[in-house]
T-cell receptor, first 114, second 118 residues
Framework: DAKTTQPNSMESNEEEPVHLPCNHSTISGTDYIHWYRQLPSQGPEYVIHGLTSNVNNRMASLAIAEDRKSSTLILHRATLRDAAVYYCILRDVQRETSGSRLTFGEGTQLTVNP | EAGVTQSPTHLIKTRGQQATLRCSPISGHTSVYWYQQALGLGLQFLLWYDEGEERNRGNFPPRFSGRQFPNYSSELNVNALELEDSALYLC?????????????????FGPGTRLTVL
């Protein structure tokens, strides 16, 4: 599986935007970029995913570099509830067996200050 | 709609014993995944079941096994427990991936079972 690199931790203030970076220089053409987050004492939850184009949903936006070697998860207005570990994951959905699993890295611990 | 449920919430066993963890997927989901989250090791993929069959397993010894029942619920069995098996075991479910390889099926996670081996 292609690897991702994320900062160990980031800090933000409430109501401000947060940009969480992820590097994936060995990404293949069929790798989707996924973001999950894990709030304290909970299982991970899906945030967003994309392939080439930027994506928006009710939770966040995903900005993907033109060469796809990096991406950024954008939380437009951080709330205290957004404090979590954010995981950037590559997933090749064309690989029938291993492509279905999620390979979690260390993730970024986001702290939101009131 | 009910989410993924897991039981028990906590499980305490001693070395050498066997542990059985259970997972009920979201209604309509046929794929079930098991992950281990041990302190210091992060989330690691254990097993994937789809339509009653084991489709893929992670880098874990054979004493980690499981099965998926006709109603798509799943069991994870850990035999000959070792101290390092102490971890949070997370189950996730999704729509079947076998017929949707060109699209994406989000995985929904349960709250986990905390296994402590003494």
């Amino acid at each position: 599986d292609a690897k991702t690199t994320q900062p160990n931790s980031m800090e933000s203030n409430e109501e401000e935007p947060v940009h969480l970076p992820c590097n994936h220089s060995t990404i293949s053409g069929t790798d989707y970029i996924h973001w999950y987050r894990q709030l304290p004492s909970q299982g991970p939850e899906y945030v967003i995913h994309g392939l080439t184009s930027n994506v928006n949903n009710r939770m966040a936006s995903l900005a993907i570099a033109e060469d796809r070697k990096s991406s950024t998860l954008i939380l437009h207005r951080a709330t205290l509830r957004d404090a979590a570990v954010y995981y950037c994951i590559l997933r090749d959905v064309q690989r029938e067996t291993s492509g279905s699993r999620l390979t979690f890295g260390e993730g970024t611990q986001l702290t939101v200050n009131p | 709609e009910a989410g993924v449920t897991q039981s028990p919430t906590h499980l305490i066993k001693t070395r050498g014993q066997q542990a059985t963890l259970r997972c009920s997927p979201i209604s309509g989901h046929t794929s079930v995944y098991w992950y281990q989250q041990a302190l210091g090791l992060g989330l690691q993929f254990l097993l994937w079941y789809d339509e009653g069959e084991e489709r893929n397993r992670g880098n874990f010894p054979p004493r980690f096994s499981g099965r998926q029942f006709p109603n798509y619920s799943s069991e994870l069995n850990v035999n000959a427990l070792e101290l390092e098996d102490s971890a949070l075991y997370l189950c996730a479910s999704s729509l079947t991936t076998a017929s949707a390889l060109s699209s994406y099926n989000e995985q929904f996670f349960g709250p986990g079972t905390r296994l402590t081996v003494l």
